[in-house]
């Protein structure tokens, strides 16, 4: 009889390692049908990539694992035109559909039942994981795992007919034969399906989540971009006159869904019905799986790093950077605190820190303060430490609303580890009317500035051949550094949004000003 399986595919190869040597005891062949969609053609050329073939790294991977494979490339109309071609073209008896995202552990024993018996469909239990060791489930109190059918005969299901059977994110486009479904499932799953579409690279899952959302707006329009508002968007080109497809890209690549934060029709990964419980995988599998998960966490970080060059997002919409790990955290607030600078100036800044945890409440929220200046926005992040034993995942969600409403706005990430004298990043100021021998005398009469703590404190920026207070006035403050173990720039910043409105050195306001109105000392909890 044979297994064949047939995989849909175009640059999706992050998790398809795993995903094939999952299967290769149990299909003889793969048919790999490869391409972009036609009404995703302009975009992906733009971004340097073939609209009729994946890149190397897919036939890399089909290589390495050696399961013999067969491909056709093009461009398709559409998911239905695309999985009827590979589909028709399985040789065996029994087709397979096969997802990049999908780990399958078969039970053999309802495998060889299956196969031997007269039915024609049989399904897998789906497991989506938010790690490792944990899965959402649909029903906090049942515990309810969807059921997809996987496994066709087709000697009785035809191409158009299993269509009705598999998950499809159709929106624009119909099934040639809807709610065709003749054949009853096999009773019980032949299979248990690790899905892994939260946990992708962000370069692999870009187009994943660049094909989510221009599919919907070929169905719905694009509601935050005026001129295409409530009208399907019947060609692409349209979306591309008004935004370029690379800020597209930036603003889909920062996406909560590109960051394993939300599946289509999922806020923020928990409904309230559903719940997290822990994966049941074979140590093997689990290995493995804790292996895509360690390199997904460092392409987090990485991408959260490009954000020192610069990228595009909605403006007033969310944004995502994880906080997951301790180098993900490092990459954008290494002083505690995520400065931004925008092309436009800011209305109004939101932020918040959302966590993942393996105790009831699942999803937690915390309030962080954010203020802004002009163009600058900072967050402050130094309550963020090590993640928790309980926590599972951490992500910073930020929304900044410019003044002018204009469709993107570009937003960069000054790291305060820079270590460059002439700092670019907030410009805090010191008095109009004091000489630089004035404040100098005054920070140091005060006591809170301490010259060899502050050399000892800050080795990274190299101060051996500067003077540590000018260090400070320059660029120390503006990167958040603090100027001895009893003052923190962050506190003070935080604690009066004025300062920061104002662009004053906080230091020097609190000694000429702060203090004397009775403002709050700003204790350093991190010396």
């Not at 890399?60 to 695309?82: A, H, S």
């Not at 309802?110 to 029903?139: C, E, G, I, K, W």
């Not at 409904?271 to 093997?284: D, G, K, Q, V």
């Not at 400065?339 to 966590?355: G, R």
Request: charged letters at 20%; one cysteine or more; a negative charge.
């Amino acid at each position: 009889m044979g297994i064949t399986g047939y995989l849909q595919i175009y640059n999706d190869w992050s998790r398809l390692e795993v995903s094939l040597r999952s299967l290769s005891e149990h299909v003889d062949e793969i048919v790999v049908v490869d391409g972009a969609y036609d009404w995703m053609k302009q975009y992906v050329e733009t971004l340097g990539w073939h609209p009729e073939r994946s890149e190397r790294e897919v036939y890399d991977i089909l290589d390495k694992v050696g399961i013999p494979y067969r491909v056709i490339q093009g461009t398709w109309r559409n998911q239905i035109e695309k999985r009827t071609a590979g589909y028709n073209a399985c040789r065996s008896q029994y087709a397979l559909r096969i997802d990049a995202d999908e780990v399958l552990t078969f039970d053999d024993a309802q495998l060889s039942q299956f196969l031997t018996s007269d039915y024609a469909v049989a399904a897998m239990r789906m497991h989506l994981h938010v790690t490792p060791d944990y899965v959402l489930v649909d029903n906090k109190d049942t515990k309810w795992i969807s059921i997809q059918p996987v496994l066709f005969d087709k000697q009785k299901v035809s191409a158009e007919a299993h269509l009705n059977y598999i998950f499809l994110v159709l929106t624009a486009d119909a099934l040639p034969e809807p709610d065709q479904k003749q054949f009853p499932t096999f009773p019980q799953p032949i299979a248990s399906c690790s899905h892994l579409s939260l946990l992708r690279h962000p370069r692999s899952a870009l187009l994943r989540g660049s094909y989510y959302h221009i599919n919907w707006m070929r169905a719905h329009g694009v509601g935050w971009i005026p001129n295409l508002r409530g009208r399907p968007l019947s060609d692409t080109a349209d979306l591309f006159r008004e935004i370029a497809p690379e800020q597209f890209r930036d603003i889909i690549m920062y996406s909560d869904f590109v960051a394993g934060w939300q599946e289509p029709g999922r806020p923020k990964v928990l409904r309230h019905s559903s719940t997290l419980t822990p994966s049941e995988l074979s140590a093997e599998k689990q290995g493995a799986l804790e292996r895509s998960y360690t390199d997904y966490l460092t392409s987090l970080t990485e991408l959260n790093a490009c954000l020192v060059d610069g990228i595009w997002v909605r403006n007033n919409s969310e944004f995502l950077l994880d906080a997951t790990t301790e180098m993900s955290l490092q990459a954008i607030a290494p002083m505690g605190v995520l400065s931004l600078e925008c092309d436009e100036p800011v209305k109004s800044v939101e932020a918040k820190v959302l966590t993942l945890h393996a105790l009831e409440p699942w999803q937690r929220t915390l309030e962080v303060s954010a203020l802004h200046n002009s163009t600058r926005v900072i967050v402050d992040l130094s309550t963020l430490g090590p993640i928790g034993e309980s926590e599972l995942r951490r992500a910073v969600f930020v929304k900044i609303e410019g003044q002018s409403g204009s469709i993107i706005n570009r937003v960069k990430i000054f790291n305060a580890g820079r270590k460059s004298l002439d700092s670019k990043s907030v410009q805090f100021q010191v008095s109009s009317q004091e000489t630089q021998k004035d404040v100098f005398d005054k920070i140091l009469e005060s006591g809170l500035f301490n010259s060899e703590w502050y050399v000892r404190r800050y080795p990274d920026f190299n101060l051996s051949s500067a003077d540590p207070l000018t260090h400070y006035i320059k660029s120390g403050a503006n990167n958040f550094l603090d100027p001895s173990p009893y003052f923190s720039t962050c506190n003070y910043l935080f604690s009066n949004p004025d300062v920061f409105a104002a662009g004053i050195n906080p230091l020097f306001h609190f000694i000429a000003f702060g203090h004397a109105e009775g403002r709050k000392w700003p204790l350093n909890m991190r010396a």
